[in-house]
């Protein structure tokens, strides 16, 4: 049933074997020396020109026969009873053809739906909305987490306090260690909260008929949004199904069925019309998830040599009406120290809930974490590259830091003298960790046809990482054949199950079960070429198109002429996602650093360069994941600079909700980035590939907050650095 | 958006006719009115659609200056060899305005007219002092990018960035209403919301800015704007300075200067102080810091923004020596 | 409809989009107008014909419009942004909406050959003038390489962005084939990306301008 | 990823972990500090009660509004 294999598992100059116990139709997992054809090398995404073109279809594109258009209502108040809401005059417009209410009795956020209507077109719906009666009783409220967490303060939640109860980790002890420190440091970092902002909006387009729901929705997982519409609906999975061919963005934000979609199904089944509901930008803005802000007081202690004696983090955040604001991460993971100590307190107000928001926790942790390591490291008067590596956790990233080093010239720039004049040039570097093993559970189905296609079939969806492209390359690597045999299908909940793209876990959980449908198909390939080329299927391989013997390779047949064979029409094989292995190591590193000048006349910071190193495991595609590389750091660029949701304390709104007020990285903001990865065999399933959408994002506002701190010689302790808060800094110093 | 409709009057006349109706808005480049349409914050019966009228219309070489039409569109003027070349200001404000797309819709008028950017104002749901409310939300609220110069009782920021560098130049505002045409020079067309806290100047019932007019640039003139910005790219800025300098015949004397700020204050914010430093010296970075610093003299900044007193200082300063031609050392 | 109609008791502030005002670019309306809302509907004509070259709406009409080097009609009431008509009227959905407010330049199709943001033109200005969207380069074929070296340099992520930035960098080709890094940086000023395509765009455009000036020249 | 909790959790509770499985076929909850809960009832992180959902709340009897996993 099972056998053992022993691998060759680590990164170079640090190899080892590793015994797995894997099932007898796994293939064996792709180890330290794999020599590939397809896999690792830079190939353009499959649905590349889908995308440049338009043709890609989203789910703000689908259009249905009848189909009707949805608007939503959401409360203007932070805090209100909702007395009475009257759709009569809403319900009377012409064109209007369906308006619901929500169930709840009590608006806890400005932005909280409301109602909604359906009409014929997106204009009408908005006139209706206009017509909506809703009688509110005010009640005081608190957006603001210092106001929050006084004793006193007004309870989000009726008869409870809004400061929940800690998370503690712990070990060791943290007063001795503070006791044995050479030097230690103490100061308290703020992050603000941080929308996600897909560019398409949260929604989706319902479809009854009968008791069968159809769902397009802009989701990053169609099988969680296909379970909760049908617990939701109180009807058997089967009655459900639910399509995202593409999906623009998502970014944790869009897992499950969230109000907007739960509302367009609502809508569909009172007009009996397929309803389509895409949020505004506003309402995304308000309602559709954030990651929490943070007051996160550091307290580091170093021995003379520089090593760690102590860390401790005494972090309250805010989840808005929901919880979620830990950051301690960073703290439990980056750098080793003997006595650590981390306690994370969640925080209620009256803001939106806060959502999964790419490596959550991470960013907020990571900026305090190590604007204090570069705030210890000048007290004890160490280069701070040195004594990140002296506590270190990690041995791929002391590798790491080499390669980056080198290619940022972390020396030179350090030796550089600083301008007298007003532009100051600094550098940073910060460190970055992930753990995406994958998970067991995705299925895949791959066929070939005679005429010598291969589809591969899996219910995934692609947040816009190359989904389509990583598996039809897994898929040509284990069929031996050239890519553009393969075509994937993927997106529908008619298709073998798999998991959300989320929490980096799409390519770590969906190659394996691909490949292993693929070494499934292949089986049966061999069989049909063996009695041909004269051999058994046992000394058959898959290789460069065609079928042959693995000692004589001049015995082949092509891949098509195979196909021919086929008896019938396609011949299908099946593969799973089976759990992980005992492999080498279950985190992942990374370290990224970051030059920027700032104008310290005007306190604007500009980000010049980033160098970003990270290992993922097996890369399947460098060219694809360099651009997930580039998407975190210019993440992490936005996140220290500009990004922030502003409350107004007076209203309780958030006041900058569009697109111009909360500002993006634009193209002149973009620094030059250079990307790197480290090649690890990790040998935990059978691709060996680790998630990567999140641990670029870790480190590059940390990066960029060291940098500042370097170039103006105050640390700037609040993202986002802001000309206020730059200028404020320096003036500190004078 | 409300449900209204568009007519397109044959001329002028009637354009003003139409305007002076209630419930009548002017559509141009639109960009503004489509925005503040949107979050319905008018909601017009009418449009009276303007760009039929071919008196809006083109840049014409007058008297030694230039008439812009209001209809030209940014990137028109960004471009065009004789405003860049003798009104440089004015071509590089127009340059740094929004994104390429909108410099390729908006309009010289509509930039002049434009709607505050005030957060308060343009959130749908709050019913400020400009809106007819009963107060400014900025001075007990989030106030970073609001007026620190003349404000009260509304503390918006003019969100032109045309027109400070038009003001360096004297430039006039040539309007057309029912009761005939009238020319206000710019600087006086803007009004303090102590005149009036839910406008911004003094365009009358009826009245359409038919063009911009430009005096001839006084000889030796040299212009410079700059923005500073949180982000490089589509930001508004948190500061802008146009300086407009007249060098004496012959020598580093500075015979005549304007200097203007933008996003400081309800009006484009012009600085006489800052001129007095330089006018009749020569001009060296000391004299341009200490105009520089004169022109956020009586300041009154909020809770959250003084920072841009500082900046405002600096960004005065590097303006005039960037028209000079002076580097910082 | 009374402006305070939607208010709540002792509101201090907060009133849900009811409070209406006019006054516009080019014309001031006395200050504060107040015109019936959405639901009132029926504009109110004031005064004759003469004078008026012509009259649209409130209700929809056709109109014609040149896109893509076809005459569409499509019928639209004046309110509609040409985003919604090409989007909802006419199917041509490469064009996205995003930002709705000019800020992002998804929505990005050339007018007379000029990129503009869709979003922030009404349907009926649009009469008159050649309109281009993505399809239009689709259906040509990529004679600019722009489609193909977007593909190679992988310009597009999650992709949403990526039909605005290419009609921005079409048109900035157009005019100015030997674009170095900077000018392709400004093309798409107006144009954001969440996902952080911006530097493999830039090498994109960066690839097309450099075959234009025949190999070599580049800077980057 | 987190370990998975032994006690049955309500049939409406939701987190990003619960929409993963074990090995065995439980729903995740992980109860860590950066675990943001919906209640599917609601739609919101509440229950039906007013009452903020989360791993520790929302599993057992005593809440009123709980329902059993299915």
């Known amino acids: 049933m099972s056998r053992r294999v022993t691998l060759n598992l680590g990164f170079e100059g640090h190899l080892q074997p590793v015994t797995v116990v894997i099932p007898d139709d796994e293939p064996t997992p792709w180890q330290w020396g794999e020599r590939f054809e397809i896999v690792g090398k830079p190939t353009p995404r499959v649905d590349g020109a889908l995308k440049a073109t338009g043709a890609a279809r989203y789910t703000y594109d689908i259009s249905l026969p009848g189909m009707l258009y949805g608007a939503i209502l959401r409360s203007p108040y932070p805090h209100a009873r909702i007395k009475s809401v009257d759709l009569s005059r809403a319900r009377r417009l012409s064109g209007v053809r369906a308006a619901i209410r929500m169930d709840d009795t009590v608006a806890r956020f400005a932005g909280q739906e409301v109602a909604a209507v359906a009409a014929i077109d997106y204009e009408t719906a908005l006139d209706a909305l206009r017509l909506i009666k809703v009688e509110y009783e005010e009640l005081p409220f608190v957006v603001d987490l210092d106001m929050a967490m006084m004793p006193g303060a007004v309870s989000v939640f009726e008869n409870g306090s809004n400061v929940q109860r800690p998370t503690v980790n712990e070990h060791g002890d943290i007063k001795r260690g503070l006791a044995a420190a050479a030097a230690v440091h103490e100061a308290v970092y703020a992050t603000p909260v941080q929308t996600h902002v897909s560019l398409e909006v949260h929604g989706s387009v319902a479809e009854w008929d009968g008791d069968e729901l159809t769902v397009w929705s802009s989701s990053q997982g169609i099988f969680t949004v296909r379970d909760d519409l049908a617990v939701y609906f109180s009807l058997p999975h089967n009655k459900v199904r639910v399509i995202t061919e593409y999906l623009g963005g998502g970014f944790g934000s869009k897992f499950g069925a969230k109000p907007e979609t739960v509302i367009a199904a609502r809508l569909a089944r009172e007009a009996r019309a397929p309803v389509k509901v895409m949020l505004t930008r506003e309402g995304e803005h308000l309602a559709t998830g954030n990651r929490p802000d943070s007051l996160q007081k550091v307290r580091l202690g170093a021995d003379r040599g520089g090593k760690l004696t102590a860390i401790e983090l005494v972090q309250h955040g805010s989840g808005g009406i929901g919880a979620g604001s830990g950051s301690a991460g960073p703290f439990l993971s980056l750098y080793h120290s003997p006595n650590l100590r981390t306690e994370e307190t969640n925080v209620f107000m009256n803001t939106g809930p806060s959502s999964p928001m790419r490596a959550p926790g991470w960013p907020q942790g990571c900026f305090a974490l190590e604007l204090a390591m570069d705030e210890l490291a000048r007290k004890l008067s160490l280069d701070r590259l040195e004594f990140r590596r002296l506590n270190n956790s990690n041995p791929v990233r002391a590798l790491e830091f080499d390669i980056g080093a080198k290619l940022?010239?972390?020396?030179?720039?350090?030796?550089?003298?600083?301008?007298?004049?007003?532009?100051?040039?600094?550098?940073?570097?910060?460190?970055?960790?992930?753990?995406?093993?994958?998970?067991?559970?995705?299925?895949?189905?791959?066929?070939?046809?005679?005429?010598?296609?291969?589809?591969?079939?899996?219910?995934?969806?692609?947040?816009?990482?190359?989904?389509?492209?990583?598996?039809?390359?897994?898929?040509?690597?284990?069929?031996?054949?050239?890519?553009?045999?393969?075509?994937?299908?993927?997106?529908?909940?008619?298709?073998?199950?798999?998991?959300?793209?989320?929490?980096?876990?799409?390519?770590?959980?969906?190659?394996?079960?691909?490949?292993?449908?693929?070494?499934?198909?292949?089986?049966?390939?061999?069989?049909?070429?063996?009695?041909?080329?004269?051999?058994?299927?046992?000394?058959?391989?898959?290789?460069?198109?065609?079928?042959?013997?693995?000692?004589?390779?001049?015995?082949?047949?092509?891949?098509?002429?195979?196909?021919?064979?086929?008896?019938?029409?396609?011949?299908?094989?099946?593969?799973?996602?089976?759990?992980?292995?005992?492999?080498?190591?279950?985190?992942?590193?990374?370290?990224?650093?970051?030059?920027?000048?700032?104008?310290?006349?005007?306190g604007i910071v500009r980000v010049l360069k980033v160098v970003a190193v990270h290992d993922a495991g097996q890369i399947i595609d460098p060219l694809t994941a360099r651009s997930q590389v580039n998407g975190g750091v210019l993440m992490g660029v936005g996140y220290a600079l500009f990004e922030t949701r502003r409350m107004d304390p007076q209203l309780g709104i958030m006041v900058n909700p569009t697109m111009d007020d909360y500002k993006l990285v634009g193209p002149l903001d973009v620094p030059e980035i250079d990307v790197r990865f480290v090649e690890v065999a990790n040998g935990f399933n059978n691709t060996g590939v680790m998630g990567f959408g999140e641990p670029a994002h870790v480190a590059t506002a940390a990066a960029i907050g060291c940098a500042v701190y370097d170039a103006i010689g105050v640390p700037v302790r609040s993202l986002p650095m802001t000309p206020d808060r730059v200028l404020a800094a320096m003036e500190t110093k004078a | 958006m409300n449900r209204f409709e568009v007519i397109t009057p044959a001329d002028l006349a009637h354009a003003a006719r139409l305007l002076s109706g209630e419930g009548h808005v002017a559509l141009a480049g639109g960009v503004d009115v489509i925005d503040l349409l949107k979050l319905d914050i008018i909601a017009p019966a009418t449009l009276v659609n303007l760009k039929n009228l071919p008196e809006l219309r083109g840049i014409e070489s007058r008297a030694g200056g230039l008439r812009i039409g209001a209809l030209t569109q940014?990137?028109?003027?960004?471009?065009?060899?004789?405003?860049?070349?003798?009104?440089?200001?004015?071509?590089?404000?127009?340059?740094?305005?929004?994104?390429?797309?909108?410099?390729?819709?908006?309009?010289?008028?509509?930039?002049?007219?434009?709607?505050?950017?005030?957060?308060?104002?343009?959130?749908?749901?709050?019913?400020?002092?400009?809106?007819?409310?009963?107060?400014?939300?900025?001075?007990?609220?989030?106030?970073?990018?609001?007026?620190?110069?003349?404000?009260?009782?509304?503390?918006?920021?003019?969100?032109?960035?045309?027109?400070?560098?038009?003001?360096?130049?004297?430039?006039?505002?040539?309007?057309?209403?029912?009761?005939?045409?009238?020319?206000?020079?710019?600087?006086?067309?803007?009004?303090?919301?102590?005149?009036?806290?839910?406008?911004?100047?003094?365009?009358?019932?009826?009245?359409?800015?038919?063009?911009?007019?430009?005096?001839?640039?006084?000889?030796?003139?040299?212009?410079?704007?700059?923005?500073?910005?949180?982000?490089?790219?589509?930001?508004?800025?948190?500061?802008?300075?146009?300086?407009?300098?007249?060098?004496?015949?012959?020598?580093?004397?500075?015979?005549?200067?304007?200097?203007?700020?933008?996003?400081?204050?309800?009006?484009?914010?012009?600085?006489?102080?800052?001129?007095?430093?330089?006018?009749?010296?020569?001009?060296?970075?000391?004299?341009?810091?200490?105009?520089?610093?004169?022109?956020?003299?009586?300041?009154?900044?909020?809770?959250?923004n003084a920072y841009k007193v500082a900046i405002a200082k600096v960004l005065v300063r590097r303006a005039i020596l960037k028209a000079a031609g002076i580097e910082e050392t | 409809m009374k402006h305070d109609e939607h208010k709540p008791p002792n509101s201090r502030s907060i009133s849900r989009r009811s409070f209406?005002?006019?006054?516009?670019?080019?014309?001031?309306?006395?200050?504060?107008?107040?015109?019936?809302?959405?639901?009132?509907?029926?504009?109110?004509?004031?005064?004759?014909?003469?004078?008026?070259?012509?009259?649209?709406?409130?209700?929809?009409?056709?109109?014609?419009?040149?896109?893509?080097?076809?005459?569409?009609?499509?019928?639209?009431?004046?309110?509609?942004?040409?985003?919604?008509?090409?989007?909802?009227?006419?199917?041509?959905?490469?064009?996205?909406?995003?930002?709705?407010?000019?800020?992002?330049?998804?929505?990005?199709?050339?007018?007379?050959?000029?990129?503009?943001?869709?979003?922030?033109?009404?349907?009926?200005?649009?009469?008159?003038?050649?309109?281009?969207?993505?399809?239009?380069?689709?259906?040509?074929?990529?004679?600019?390489?722009?489609?193909?070296?977007?593909?190679?340099?992988?310009?597009?992520?999650?992709?949403?962005c990526t039909p605005g930035m290419v009609m921005s960098l079409a048109a900035a080709l157009a005019s100015n084939p030997k674009a170095n890094l900077e000018d392709v940086k400004r093309a798409v000023a107006g144009n954001i990306c969440r996902c952080g395509t911006y530097p493999h765009v830039f090498a994109a455009a960066l690839s097309v301008a450099r075959d234009t000036r025949g190999g070599g020249a580049g800077e980057s | 990823m987190a370990q998975p909790n032994q006690t049955a959790h309500c049939l409406y509770l939701r987190t990003k972990s619960a929409y993963f499985r074990t090995a065995s076929g439980e729903r995740i909850f992980d109860e860590s500090s950066t675990a943001c809960y919906t209640c599917l009832k609601t739609l919101r992180p509440l229950g039906p009660d007013g009452m903020p959902a989360d791993a520790q709340a929302c599993h057992g009897r005593e809440r009123g509004c709980f329902e059993e996993d299915r």
């Open chain 1, 408 to 602: 940022f010239g972390w020396k030179e720039k350090s030796a550089a003298p600083k301008s007298s004049g007003p532009f100051k040039r600094g550098i940073g570097v910060a460190s970055a960790a992930w753990h995406a093993l994958g998970v067991s559970g995705p299925q895949a189905q791959v066929i070939a046809y005679r005429d010598g296609r291969v589809q591969v079939v899996i219910g995934t969806q692609d947040i816009g990482t190359g989904t389509r492209t990583i598996l039809a390359m897994v898929a040509a690597e284990e069929l031996g054949v050239e890519l553009a045999r393969i075509e994937c299908q993927i997106g529908d909940t008619g298709y073998p199950f798999s998991v959300p793209s989320g929490g980096s876990m799409t390519t770590p959980s969906t190659t394996p079960a691909v490949r292993q449908a693929c070494a499934h198909l292949k089986e049966k390939l061999l069989r049909l070429a063996a009695p041909v080329l004269g051999a058994e299927p046992s000394d058959l391989e898959a290789r460069g198109g065609t079928i042959r013997v693995r000692f004589d390779p001049s015995r082949k047949m092509s891949f098509e002429d195979v196909c021919r064979r086929i008896p019938g029409d396609s011949l299908s094989a099946e593969g799973e996602r089976v759990p992980n292995y005992e492999g080498y190591r279950k985190d992942q590193a990374g370290c990224q650093f970051a030059e920027v000048e700032v104008d310290t006349e005007l």
């Open chain 2, 74 to 304: 940014l990137h028109e003027v960004a471009e065009h060899p004789l405003i860049r070349e003798h009104y440089t200001a004015v071509a590089d404000a127009a340059r740094e305005a929004a994104t390429p797309q909108i410099r390729n819709l908006a309009t010289v008028g509509g930039n002049l007219l434009q709607r505050p950017r005030c957060w308060y104002f343009r959130h749908p749901d709050v019913h400020c002092l400009k809106k007819g409310g009963d107060r400014c939300y900025a001075p007990g609220g989030l106030n970073r990018y609001h007026a620190i110069l003349g404000g009260g009782p509304s503390f918006i920021v003019h969100p032109s960035n045309l027109a400070p560098a038009l003001i360096a130049f004297g430039a006039s505002a040539k309007i057309v209403g029912p009761s005939g045409q009238r020319s206000v020079e710019l600087e006086k067309f803007f009004t303090l919301p102590t005149v009036d806290p839910r406008r911004e100047n003094n365009l009358e019932p009826g009245e359409v800015v038919v063009a911009v007019e430009l005096p001839a640039p006084p000889a030796g003139a040299k212009s410079a704007y700059l923005e500073a910005r949180e982000k490089q790219s589509f930001d508004w800025p948190l500061v802008a300075a146009a300086a407009m300098l007249v060098g004496a015949p012959g020598s580093h004397t500075v015979h005549d200067a304007r200097i203007v700020l933008g996003a400081v204050a309800p009006i484009p914010w012009r600085s006489p102080d800052a001129e007095k430093e330089i006018i009749g010296h020569p001009l060296d970075a000391e004299r341009a810091r200490a105009a520089g610093e004169a022109s956020v003299r009586g300041a009154h900044p909020l809770s959250d």
């Open chain 3, 20 to 160: 209406i005002k006019g006054a516009g670019a080019l014309a001031a309306a006395s200050g504060l107008v107040r015109t019936p809302g959405a639901d009132a509907g029926a504009a109110t004509s004031s005064g004759a014909q003469e004078g008026i070259v012509e009259r649209l709406g409130p209700d929809a009409q056709t109109i014609e419009l040149k896109i893509n080097g076809e005459v569409r009609r499509v019928t639209v009431e004046p309110r509609e942004t040409l985003l919604r008509a090409l989007r909802d009227h006419l199917n041509l959905t490469g064009t996205k909406l995003v930002c709705d407010r000019g800020a992002c330049g998804a929505c990005t199709v050339h007018l007379d050959g000029k990129p503009v943001t869709s979003c922030m033109i009404l349907a009926i200005d649009a009469r008159g003038h050649e309109i281009t969207t993505i399809e239009k380069i689709r259906i040509k074929g990529d004679k600019t390489g722009l489609f193909g070296a977007f593909v190679e340099h992988d310009g597009a992520q999650c992709g949403f």
